[in-house]
Structure formats: C-alpha cells, structure tokens
C-alpha cells in the first residue's frame, strides 16, 4: 500500500513539475507508463493462473480466477493486506502487540454505517479516498493536452484497484449492508453521529476523531520532530 502511495505521489509530482511536455522527458514518462501498466502486483496472479493450469488445465484455472475476481476475492487479499500492514505499522510505532483471539467463523450480524467507518475509517477508507483524488488529479493533469505523453486511465488499473478495494469492501462482506431500509437508517444515524450525537455501539465523534486521528498524528509530529533535531548538525557560527 505504501509502494503504490508513494509511487502515484511521485508521478503526480512528477506531472506538476512538467516531466512528459517535452520530447526530451518522453522516455521517462513511458518507463512511468509501463511501470503503472506491469505492476509488480500481477505476477502472483500469474503465477495463481499457472498453479492452477498445472493442476485443472487451462479453461478451468481461467474461470476459476474469474469466478474469484467476480466475488470479490481479489479485493479482499488487498483489503486484508491493508488490514494488516496498519495493524503492524501501528503496534511497531506505538507499541501494545499482543494476541487478540478473533475466532474462525463468519460473521452474520450486520454492523452499521457508523460501526464500519470507526472501524476502517482511519485505516483505509480515508487512503481510498486519498488514492482515489490522485488518481484523479494525475488523469486530469496528464491529458490536458500540453504533455508528449497522455497517461491512459487503463494505465492507472492498479491504484485504482487498490481505491476500489479499501473503499467498497467494508461495506461488500458486511452481511446484509445494503438493504435499503437499514441504509437510510443508517444514513440518519450517522449525521446525527458526525453532528454529536451518540450512535449504537460506538462512541462519540469528537472521542472518536481525537483518539483515531489527532492523536496519532500528533505522535508521528512530534518523533518526526525529534528524529530531525537529533539528526541534525548544528554548525558554530564564524
């Protein structure tokens, strides 16, 4: 997740500053293209395809991973990766690793609008979101006609994906999410949740915003900080 951040942050920047108006910056714009086209992600797929073909023959394998991607099992492997790597970043930043009993059945009671977002909100739906405008941004940039080299929206497949997934999969597996009935209701609950309101299971917005957000951004400021006063050299004055 942070490889394909940081990766269409640099393109954007790259973009902004002009690379791909002239001629001369052609070839790296290409070798950007190529990059985000061939991702490193589609290897393991190929080599699932592979497995599989070894083991079914080829119609089989390919309408096994069809059959995956149509029920979603790609976007949950990314999901969960995310899921994971927040987790670990978290525990490795600011300590408290221990073992959580989850149990190995599958949940059938729905949680609400509000009960998924405090739960994925912090951690992947606002990086959805954020690779998402990005997304969008280097699109808009790239093909307003005044670079050598306009970058394809199918050349963007995989932030794209990885958007999709930390954006749609909390609410795809949460069982019986979109009935409209509990959608609107659910609806009403959150606006009043976001205005101060309390909201089942779940407590207040400002708590929730402090501990989830403020707090630990206020703690990588201040180690940021730290990290660069102590790396720093001071050098006397003439």
């Known amino acids: 997740m942070v490889t394909i951040h940081m990766g269409i942050w640099v393109q954007l920047l790259l973009l902004l500053g002009g690379v791909g108006k002239s ?14 086209i061939l991702q ?21 394998a390919l309408v096994t991973v069809v059959r995956q991607i149509i029920g979603g099992g790609l976007l949950f492997y990314i999901f969960r990766s995310a899921t994971s790597a927040y987790h670990m970043g978290r525990a490795v930043l600011f300590g408290g690793a221990s073992y959580i009993a989850t ?17 994925y ?24 006609g005044g670079n050598a080299l306009p970058v394809p929206m199918a050349a963007m497949w995989s932030p794209l994906l990885v958007s999709a997934s930390l954006l749609a999969t909390p609410f795809w597996f949460t069982p019986f999410f ?6 609107l209701r659910d609806t009403r609950e959150f606006r009043a949740w976001v205005n101060g309101s309390g ?21 990588v400021a201040i180690l940021s900080a730290l990290v660069a006063v102590t790396g720093a050299r001071f050098e006397a004055a003439d």
């Open 121 to 144: 909100g912090r951690s992947h739906l606002y990086l959805g979101a954020d690779i998402l405008m990005m997304v969008t941004l280097i699109l808009v940039v790239a093909n307003n």
């Open 103 to 119: 149990g190995r059945g599958f949940s059938l009671r729905r949680k609400t609008f509000t009960q998924v977002y405090v739960n």
């Open 40 to 60: 490193l992600g589609s290897f393991p797929l190929l080599g699932h395809i592979f497995n599989l073909w070894l083991e079914s023959g080829l119609a089989t």
């Open 178 to 183: 979109f009935r409209l009935s509990q959608v």
């Open 23 to 36: 001629g001369a910056n052609g070839s790296f714009a290409a070798a950007i293209g190529a990059v985000q």
């Open 199 to 219: 909201a089942r299971g779940v407590r207040s917005y400002r708590f929730w915003s402090t501990l989830a957000v403020v707090l630990p951004r206020a703690i």
